[in-house]
Every structure is written in C-alpha cells, then in structure tokens.
C-alpha cells in the first residue's frame, strides 16, 4: 500500500468511519432505568407542586410518594421524642419516631411505643420517690425502642396533668423534683423545663392537633379540622378552629396551635373539676363534705363500702340503705313479684346536672363541628357496648343517655359507677357543651394505628414548636 493510500485511510477514520475491526457502542439497560426513574421523579415533584398549589387535593398523597422514593435513596432522616404524661389515673410513656419529609421538612409520624403503668405520679404524694421509680420504669422502656445512637439527640420531657394540679403545692413540687433528679441521670436530652405540670390549655391545643395531624387535617383549609373532646380523670378539655366572630370574640380561650404549615388559632377551653374521676368524687360526696364514707343517689342500694381512690384519698361508697327505687322484675311475658333496686336516673341526673353547669359554658361553635371524642368517652362506650373496642366508630349523644338509663336500672356489682358515669357523660355533652341529642361523636382509641394522645402534639411542639 502506498504511502498516499494510507494518508487517504487514516483520513476516512478521523471523519466518522468506524474502525474495521471496532463493535458498535449499544444503549445500555441501565442507563434506560435511569432516565425512567428520573422521569418519575419529575413527574411526581410537579404534581406534588400544583396540589400544594390548587389545595384541591390532600398534600399527604404527594408528600407520601416523595417519601417513598427518598427513603430507597437513603435520605430517610429518623426524628426521635419521648413523652412522658403523668396522668391523674396513671402514668404513660410514648416515644415517637418520626421522619423528615424530604420536602418542607415536615415531620411524618412513623411508630410510637406506648405503655402504661398505674396508678398515677399524684398517688405517691406522700412518696416521691417510689413515684419517681415508677416514671424510670417507664424510661427503661423508651430506651430499648429508641436506638442508643439517637438517645443524646433525642428530647425528654414530662408532662403533669390534673392529677398534680389539684395536689397542694408543696406536695406536687417534691414529686417533680424527685422527677427532676431522675431526668439528670437519663441519656435522653432535657432541660430546666423538662419536668413541669402542663397548663389546661396546652393540653387541649395538643390534644386537638394530635387528633387533626393523624386524620391528616392541617395541610389545608382549617374549617376541614375536627373538634377535639378530651376527657381525662380530673379534668376535660374542649378545642377546635375558631372561625366565627362568636368564637374569636373570647380571647382568653383562643390560642395559636403550631401546624405544619402555619399556625392556626383555635379555641380551646379547660374544665379543672369536669374530669371523669373529679366529678364522680363530687357526686358521690354530695352534701357530705369532708366525709370519707359517702352515700350516694347515684349508686345502686347493693352497693355497700366500695373504695374509690382519689386524689390521695380512699373513700367508701355505699348506695342508700333506705327508701332506695325498685323495679318489678319481668321475665319475657309476666311481670313477676320480685322487686330489683334500681338507681333514681332522675334525681342522679340532676345531682350531675347541677354540678356540670355550675363549672361548663357551651361553646356556641362546637354544634357546627365534626367531633372527635376519646379518653374516657371511648373507654366507657366500649364497656358497655356502644362502639367496638378494635375498631371504633361514631354514636350519637342520646346513645349515651340510654346507656346510662340502661345502667342505672341494673344492679351491677362489677361496674359500680357506671351509671354515674354514663350520666355525667350525657350531661357534660348536653348540658355542659350544648350538644343536641342527636349530635354525631366520633369515639377511637387510635387512629391509622396510632393513640389518640395530647402526647404526640406536644412532641411535635418540642421539635418544631
């Protein structure tokens, strides 16, 4: 070959000609599940922006996509809090997981643990520091869901509620210190204002949020938030989004609740007093003051010296001992001689009656609302059957009512407050919040799997607050 041939060869390859002996470079699979990967992730960055924008579709479907994809590429980013709520009846533990969303940094509740141990912080008044035992029982547990490597970045706080509140100062301030002692030695990350007794109000505002964040609620409008009904042992908390002039006329009870995309105001009202176990130790103590040994309209006549504990004190209920109601009992076709005692729904109810509207005013909001309930509202439905326990669901306020009748004329030995406490329920909806009988309450005990507490919206105030 010429020396001109070759010059004319090279020349053909330096413009494009692939070599003779050179295989030609194919698209690799790789490469194609990368660009498709790419493409869902660009479609699902715009959709999730025009929801947020039009807000005519629920953020949390955009968000979830986002965060499914993000956690395969390892930008999940776990969030950890422990609260602690020393109830008047007994004390839990929850220890939140949370994640951070990949856009916003919102966060997105993952798991809790939550275990419960009675009676309650307030019991040990004249014991601190077996109650301060009973609060590191608890931690013990929070430690071994959390993992170690998260424990010193992962915030602590305890949270006292009625129970501490009706205490004398003195008493209530030893077992919060004896707290306080305990929270020094704890790897968890605390602080002067770890250990304190919570305001009404927060608890409410918690409640409310806790309820709103899991119903998936406070990413849009807040007339779409449902009201929040907490009833507690020693007292009962009413929030919800204050949206008309009547509402947001009360300043003293409305408040700013920190939401994921804003705050939002809300009314929220405290009843110190109106709690299930306050009032039922008002009522059985009706017209005997200072006496431990009560006798009360609103138990049945069977019952005789039942111990109730309250407040650090024991009292012995009995029912009356004389010119007590009876019932003719029937079988299914004749009314036979036997006579059964029965609790006077009339005069009980108005016991309860004249208590509740001498502490509650009614809200002139809550009727329009969808109202959530839970605490002791779902655990007395449940017991006697309105709802299912596993699963929930919705009654309405008259349920209650014939709930409490139906007790009240059953002389049940294993559930001697029933009645009483299926009334004041009634009356504390009717009398006290101004339901209608036929006003539809929402009863669960968790909701997507997890508790209806205060305790999840005050771990998020902690960490975003």
Known sequence: MTNNELRRRKHRDQNGRPAPNKKRKEIQPSSIHKSFFCLIISGTILTLFILLYIDNIPWHLGHRAVDSIAKKLGYHKPVHAVVIDAGSTGSRVLAFTFHESYF???????????????????????????GAQTIANLLEEAKNEIPKEYWNKTPLILKATAGLRLLPQ??????????????????????????EIMDGTDEGIF?????????????????????????GGGSTQVTFSALTPASLSQKQYIHKAVAPRGLIPVYTHSYLGLGLMAARKEVITFNQPNQINVTSDCVNHIIEARKFHYGGTDYYVSGPKVNYPVSKVKDSTYQTGQETPVVDFATCSQIITDYVVSKATPPEELPTKIIFAFSYYFDRAT???????????????????????????????????????????????EKGFGLQSDTKIYLFKKIDGHEISWALGAAYNLLRG
């Open 104 to 130: 916003g940094g919102h966060l997105v509740l993952d798991k809790e643990l939550f275990k419960y141990t009675k009676p309650g912080l307030s019991s040990f008044a004249d014991n601190p520091k077996k």
């Open 170 to 195: 003195e008493k209530a301030e030893n077992l919060l210190n004896s707290v306080r002692e305990l929270f020094k030695k704890t790897p968890f990350l605390t602080n002067d204002d770890s250990v």
């Open 207 to 231: 409640s409310w949020f806790t309820v709103n964040f899991l119903l998936e609620r406070l990413y849009g409008n807040p007339a779409k938030t449902v009201a929040a009904l907490d009833l």
């Open 383 to 429: 017991e006697v059957g309105l709802i299912d326990e596993a699963t929930g669901g919705s009654i309405d306020v008259e349920a209650f009512k014939n709930a409490a009748k139906k007790s009240c004329a059953d002389p049940n030995a294993d559930q001697p407050f029933m009645c009483l406490d299926l009334t004041f329920i009634w009356v504390l909806l």
